[in-house]
């Protein structure tokens, strides 16, 4: 059956493609390079007594191994002709030669070269037949005690299942790690079980697409209408809907994106609805207006930061007069704070949860610097943190205080997986205070788990800009707090006379405000050049970031410059822009390696790239610390690559880490970002690329956002109309969260 089902995927895949693999069956001769990891593998293989080489992502083959393998001839600059394996299967080996080479391989734990000779010469062609059905005969060979002999055994069973699973598996192209997890959770039970229910691979700890396993479940011919597929197809719609921001959905939007996503009826979707409620995969709440579904983990985010911080807040808070304090500071720094300044900096020490908001040149970092201060005064101990690398370190530089992430602070636990923390109810943080930056950056599980690390005592205070965008996770957090009504909180809105000097600044405040920038005056740091063709956009800004910034500012064009997006398509995105800058910035050259990637992509020495999604398991070393995780938006240079083995090594501001298989897969060039991407961070010289044409990503904090990531300079290429178009926009990404109501719900029931 197998066999069959790899002829039918090799010619979908034909057909589907350009491609028109070739078939070669040979034996393995020898093992030259294996990664444990990532399964990849370079074979000395031999067909018809002629010897070449094959390599591909296809596990721990081993010597004596006879495979059929589907792909094509590449020639590799430094090691050759090669075969290039897409799909495979294994054939165990029959004759008595090439059986004692596979034992003989170490295949086996327990089984040498000498060992797998006796075993051989005892059994014969029948000796896999023994290995696999009575090993208890094995006892029967001198120097295999029984213990032993069923040892052997059970490693068979073990190894032999493992390669049915790869051979399995070969033929959907599924990614290594998935498989890898699929096997430690069903062992050799996995073929049953996914020939039983193919969606079971889309569970927690496992996680592959629900589109994936769409494509097992066809090939299997499992049923369109099971109760499994359509219970996978709402935690995925709960999913997609997460990925867009949302805490929750609307019943009726969820049902209509299931049922026409699957193509099933009514009846069909809440039978399965009421499923994953029973299995408590999903809570179906009606309290708040309308029906909301949650996944159960959202669910349990919102409810607990609800009642932690109406714990907090319910506390109470204190009257302590701080003015003389204040005034202390105000001499020692040779400043003078405005009332609402210190209207804040009072109730950030006498209240359990504030949150400070303000736009740029508002006084936040001024506030923030005479709260520390405070603080210390009072010797309290204190935290500092911010939800990305870049804006951890910002916040260091501007305040002159450690901060560090989010993660950090919480101590990921890496032996529980990556998505879990040290820091929590059993073992909380030991602090007086712990202030966030960048709070609309902080997702509702993230804000949980931080909730949960703090002590009863502990003061938190929150910084942020509610006109930003919200946070790349699941809910919006910031906005929501304040929107309950419920968190003391100030707004800073008076602008100080040195940040009135910024046009930059200036128009950030009148495009937040609706009004339209002032687009003509070049005297500042503020600059909009015109242009309504994209191409000759894309060719000034490469312009900007290789000769004109640098010689007018002496930027760096890798280091100090960040070109923006609104998206990653079209010719003013980020895709296209990340090709046109590497070819610019950093070209091919004989001193740099590289090599090539899915979709086009090649990475290269020097090249500046950006990690896109949280990962806890990549080691990174700076001087003699040695720690893990590498985290969405971390920006990182490539200092060398090995294309054979196909590894990169990046630093990302110190942190040395290597990147091999499917870790690559998160990381993208960074020449040109996406604003949504850029959050957190400022740079000193901003180039904004705007597209000509109205999309749904044509609004005005999108624009608010991008313009206020510029320290410096920035660099606006695009047209009146189009800016005009966005201030004019005023729709808000929205969100669907319950948190707003939670928390008013619980100070209700006082």
């Known amino acids: 059956m197998w066999d069959l089902s790899v002829k039918r995927m090799v010619k979908r895949l034909n057909e589907d493609t350009e491609n028109n693999f070739k078939c070669i069956t040979a034996d393995v001769e020898g093992v030259v390079y294996y990664n444990e990891e990532t399964g990849y593998i370079v074979l000395e293989m031999s067909e018809d007594d002629k010897l070449f080489t094959a390599v591909g992502n296809m596990g721990d083959v081993r010597e004596g191994e006879r495979l059929t393998m589907y792909g094509d001839y590449v020639t590799n600059q430094k090691y050759g002709r090669q075969f290039s394996v897409e799909i495979f299967e294994r054939t165990i080996p029959t004759d008595v030669t090439a059986i004692r080479k596979y034992l003989g391989s170490g295949v086996i734990k327990g089984i040498g070269p000498s060992a797998a000779k006796k075993i051989v010469d005892a059994f014969g062609e029948n000796t896999l037949e023994v290995l696999e059905n009575d090993p208890v005969q094995l006892a029967s060979i001198k120097g295999i005690p029984a213990d032993k002999a069923k040892a052997i055994g059970d490693e068979f069973h073990k190894i032999t299942g493992l390669r049915k699973v790869m051979t399995f598996f070969s033929k ?9 997890s699929a ?108 029906r909301y579904i949650f996944l159960s983990e959202y669910y349990n985010a919102e409810c607990y930061i609800a009642k932690r911080l109406a714990e907090m807040i319910q506390r109470g808070s204190e009257h302590t007069d701080y003015s003389g304090e204040i005034s202390g500071i105000e001499c020692e720094y040779s400043i003078k704070y405005d009332e609402m300044q210190k209207k804040a900096l009072t109730m950030c020490m006498n209240e359990r949860v504030f949150i400070l908001t303000g736009g740029p040149g508002t006084g936040k970092t001024t506030t923030l610097k005479a709260l520390i201060a405070l603080m210390r005064r009072r010797h309290m101990k204190i935290k500092l943190a911010a939800p990305t690398g870049r804006a951890a370190k910002r916040m260091t530089e501007l305040t002159g205080a450690a901060a560090q992430t989010i993660h950090r602070l919480l101590e990921v636990d890496f032996a529980a997986g990556g998505n879990t923390f040290k820091r929590n109810e059993e073992n909380p943080l030991d602090c007086d205070a712990v202030i966030i930056d960048e709070m609309s950056m902080v997702d509702a599980m993230l804000f949980a788990s931080l909730l ?299």
């Open 172 to 180: 959907y192209n599924i990614p290594q790690y998935v498989i890898s």
């Open 183 to 290: 096997w430690k959770l069903y062992g050799t039970e996995l073929i049953r079980a996914v020939n039983s229910n193919p969606y079971c691979l889309c569970g927690t700890g496992i996680d592959l697409n629900f589109k994936d396993a769409e494509r097992i479940a066809r090939d299997l011919d499992f049923p369109a209408d099971s109760e499994e597929r359509i219970h996978a197809g709402i935690i995925w719609g709960l999913k997609e809907y997460a990925n867009d921001g949302n805490c929750c959905v609307r019943e009726t939007d969820l049902a209509n994106y299931v049922t026409q996503n699957l193509l099933i009826g009514d009846k069909a979707y809440y039978n399965a609805l009421q499923y994953a409620e029973s299995r408590g995969d999903i809570v179906n709440t009606d309290k708040y207006d309308t």
């Open 452 to 750: 949960r690390a703090l002590k009863s005592r502990t003061r938190l205070i929150m910084v942020g800009d509610t006109d930003q965008l919200p946070s790349v996770g699941a809910g919006n957090v910031l906005h929501d707090l304040l929107a309950s009504g419920k968190v003391p909180s100030v707004e800073l809105t008076e602008i100080f006379r040195q940040a009135a000097e910024s046009l930059i600044v200036m128009n950030a405040h009148s495009i937040i405000h609706g009004e339209l920038p002032e687009l003509r005056d070049k005297s500042s740091d503020f600059f909009f050049m015109y242009s309504e063709n994209e191409t000759e956009s894309l060719k000034l800004a490469i312009s900007l970031c290789k000769t004109r910034l640098p010689k007018a500012y002496g930027y760096d064009p890798l280091d100090d410059i960040q070109v923006l997006c609104l998206s990653r398509i079209g010719t003013v995105g980020t895709e296209l822009v990340n090709r046109e800058l590497q070819a610019a910035l950093n070209p091919p050259s004989k001193n740099k390696r590289e090599m090539a990637m899915f979709d086009r992509v090649v990475f290269r020495d020097g090249d500046k790239i950006m990690q896109t999604k949280n990962d806890y398991d990549v080691e990174w070393r700076r001087g003699s610390e040695k720690s893990h995780g590498i985290f969405n938006g971390d920006i990182g240079k490539i200092s060398g690559t090995d294309r054979v083995n196909r590894k990169c090594d990046i630093d990302f501001e110190g942190r040395a880490a290597q990147y091999d298989g499917d870790m690559l897969k998160n990381i993208e060039h960074a020449y040109a970002i996406t604003v949504h991407k850029s959050q957190g961070s400022e740079y000193p010289a901003v180039i904004l690329l705007l597209p000509n044409y109205l999309n749904r990503l044509s609004y005005r904090n999108l624009l608010y956002t991008a313009i206020t990531r510029a320290k410096k300079t920035l660099v606006v290429i695009g047209t009146d109309t189009k800016i005009e178009q966005m201030v004019r926009n005023d729709r808000r990404e929205e969100r669907y969260s319950c948190l707003a109501p939670m928390l008013e719900d619980r100070f209700a029931d006082i």
